[in-house]
């Protein structure tokens, strides 16, 4: 811009010599904002400075570039890049924020569907399914275990002690049902063996003096009368006609039922033996 004024100085200067313009005739000078006090201007349309049509610089650079307006001075609007960009105007520096300007727009550092999306870490089908094994606890429950026993021709036969017991899958003692034989109850070792003589709650009852159908009942409860957890379960039988050999021992007249204890209920008939027949276990939960 500084270089057009200097040039329109030179043509100005030669020509006012040729004419013989003095430096005196205030018609052809006056005052102006730029540095160095006054500047000439040549009169009529298309002068110079201010005339319209003046000199326009247009820079490289696409839409929005640094165009000049209406004569060298800058116009409103002047330099400004792009959409959204930047823009020089009358006053200084304005800065816009437009569509991909500086500011973050749709589609950020944040869009949707972030780092935790649906069907994150844990998804449906956790790690415990349907079918497992059996757990929780279904409360307390109605049981009956039935049984019919046959003498073993023992040395007191048909006289016999013996009890009935309940012991879970790993054969740990859960609780005794019923028991017979106040003085020779020692004499039925595999109750002794499981039950260590436990009889919390059970039913008891003198020495048989005969054969024939037992009963025992339970309501799903321990010794301490909890409710023991869903699960599988064994009802054992035994009796004793002889004392037992306290040397050599000998082996125990027993049977056993398995059973298993959940909401469901059970319904189970065990195997026959010479000693034991008929059992059958039943249990629903109310």
């Known amino acids: 811009m500084r270089v057009a004024h200097s040039q329109s100085l030179v043509v100005v200067a030669l020509t006012a010599s040729a004419c013989g313009v003095a430096n005196s005739d205030p018609s052809l000078w006056k005052e102006t904002k ?31 570039g640094a165009v000049g307006g209406a004569g060298n001075a800058p116009a409103a609007g002047g330099m400004f890049a792009g959409a959204g960009g930047f823009t020089e105007g009358a006053g200084g ?24 999306g ?15 094994t059996v757990g929780g606890n279904s409360g307390k429950c109605t049981f009956s275990f039935d049984v019919t ?4 021709r023992g040395v007191y036969a048909p006289r016999n002690v ?9 054969s740990k003692f ?16 595999a109750w002794t063996q499981s039950a260590g003589s436990n009889k919390t ?35 054992h039988v035994t009796f004793a006609e002889s004392d037992a050999n306290i040397f050599f021992g000998g082996t125990p007249i027993q049977a056993s039922v398995n059973f298993t204890k959940s909401g469901a209920g059970a319904d189970v008939m065990g195997q026959d033996t010479a000693n034991f027949t008929s059992m ?6 109310p």
């Open 34 to 64: 730029d540095i160095g006090g006054t500047l000439y201007q040549l009169p009529g349309t298309g002068g110079a400075p201010n005339g319209t049509g003046g000199e326009t610089i247009a820079p490289p650079g696409g839409a929005g």
């Open 93 to 116: 520096m304005t800065v816009v924020a437009g569509s991909g300007g500086f500011v973050t727009g749709t589609g950020g550092v944040t869009g949707t569907g972030g780092v935790t």
């Open 118 to 132: 649906a069907g994150g870490v844990t998804g449906e089908g956790g790690m415990t399914g349907t079918g497992g």
């Open 149 to 152: 026993t046959v003498t073993a």
């Open 162 to 170: 013996g009890a009935i017991w309940i012991t879970d899958a790993s």
């Open 174 to 189: 859960v609780k005794t049902l019923r028991w017979w034989g106040f003085i020779r109850l020692s004499n039925a070792t």
């Open 201 to 235: 709650d059970a039913v008891s009852g003198a020495t048989r003096t005969s054969h024939g159908a037992l009963n025992a009942v339970w309501d799903c409860t321990d010794v301490s009368k909890n409710a023991v957890p869903d699960g599988a379960y064994v009802a």
């Open 280 to 285: 059958h276990v039943k249990l629903t939960v």
